[in-house]
């Protein structure tokens, strides 16, 4: 089929890049004629001048944007079916919806839960959907043609499919995306407000604490700004309970208030899904690995000879030590087997801090 993306950027491009590889024509268009014409070179091929409209626009612009995109698109004839993937919905609905009937039943609102802090068409990757949740967000208007195109999109990039209301899925968005990032800038703001030397001694928590908040302070303004009602109590609540932490933490520190945060703190994060959307325990496994070149890369081809799927990842290392500390995540019942092969072919590793995690 013919697709038109209007916005050039990491998702956008991402998406052309796995459309074009299975056949469709895909064109680009962008405020920054760079961007389109290095996403259009990602693709192949070129705008063909043909007055005929595309089979499918997608708008892959900021949430603020996609509205207007896609009814100028629609007004100009551009294409006969329309989808964005901003991460914002309520707002875009409604105005499409308030502006044409018709065009509200050829748009499916759509969210594609993936990304990276780096942005730009050069940041794009064929595989940057496989396995990650796309929401879908039709409305009773949405024809069944349109829904099924659009459908044929997300399986297309590998994606999962979840379907949801436009007003559930920006209350989800609010607390899982957008509250996360802006209490990321909250606290990589916080370090301006500080001695530089303290930045210096960041360890790997700091650092994925404040990860996000690198990403593209426009896009994320538009973001905020469009789901500001489903972000606004959730943010007070974050703001309830940091001041109940606060208050324990003064004269008379309240021990039994910090422990239940904690905990809170603890039993909310089993919540989040592990791999392939499950909930399990893993058992982490210390590795010692010297500060060269190819050492990570021998490290995980000796855990895939054993035969053994690495679960997760992370790694310490501090500025000027000759030895890093890897820790793989890996199933409870692959614990033991692989730190005997891998302690056989040299490597420095030693048991979980709970080995009552080993089965």
């Known amino acids: 089929m ?5 916005g050039a950027g990491l998702v956008g491009t991402s998406v052309g890049m796995v459309l074009a590889s299975r056949g469709d024509q895909v064109t680009f268009s962008d405020t920054s004629k760079r961007s389109a014409s290095l996403a259009q070179g990602l693709v192949g091929g070129e705008e063909t001048g043909s007055d005929d409209p595309v089979d499918l626009l997608i708008a892959a612009v900021p949430a603020d944007k996609s509205p207007e995109v896609i009814i100028d698109a629609f007004e100009r004839n551009l ?46 990757q064929a595989d940057l959907f ?18 099924a195109l659009v459908s044929g999109v997300v399986d297309a990039v590998g994606a999962i ?18 509250a996360p990032q802006v209490l990321a800038s909250l606290m990589a703001g916080e370090l ?32 905020l700004s469009a789901n500001a009602t489903a972000l606004h109590p959730i943010l007070s609540s974050l703001n309830r309970r940091l001041s109940a932490l606060i208050l324990s ?17 603890r039993t909310g994060h089993d919540l989040i899904p592990g791999k392939h959307g499950r909930n399990r325990q893993y058992v982490v496994l210390p590795v010692l690995i010297d500060d ?16 053994i799927n690495i679960e997760d990842v992370s790694m310490e290392h501090s500025p000027g030590q000759p030895t890093g500390v890897v820790q793989i995540s890996v199933a409870p019942e692959a614990a033991e087997r692989l ?9 420095r590793i030693y048991g979980p801090r709970n080995p009552a995690n080993l089965p």
């Open 161 to 178: 499919k979840i379907q949801m209301s436009p007003i559930e899925h920006d209350k989800a968005m609010a607390l899982v995306s957008h």
């Open 339 to 347: 730190m005997g092969y891998l302690q056989e072919r040299g490597w």
């Open 2 to 6: 013919k697709v038109h993306i209007v």
């Open 292 to 307: 060269a070149p190819g050492q990570l890369k021998r490290l995980f081809n000796d855990a895939g000879d054993a035969d």
């Open 130 to 147: 496989q396995g990650r949740p796309w929401i879908l967000t039709p409305t009773v208007l949405t024809s069944p043609e349109t829904i």
């Open 249 to 265: 933490l003064e004269d008379g520190i309240d021990i039994g208030a910090i422990r239940g945060f904690l905990e809170q703190g």
């Open 79 to 124: 294409a006969l079916n329309f989808m964005d993937v901003a991460s914002v919905k309520t707002r875009c609905v409604a105005e499409i919806e308030s502006f044409n009937p018709i065009l509200a039943a050829r748009y499916c609102g759509t969210h594609p839960m993936a990304g990276r802090e780096v942005s730009g068409p050069e940041s794009a």
């Open 192 to 223: 301006t407000q500080n001695s530089p030397k303290s930045a210096q001694l960041a360890g790997q928590g700091l650092r994925d604490v404040t990860r996000i908040a690198a990403s593209d302070s426009q896009l994320w303004l538009g973001i």
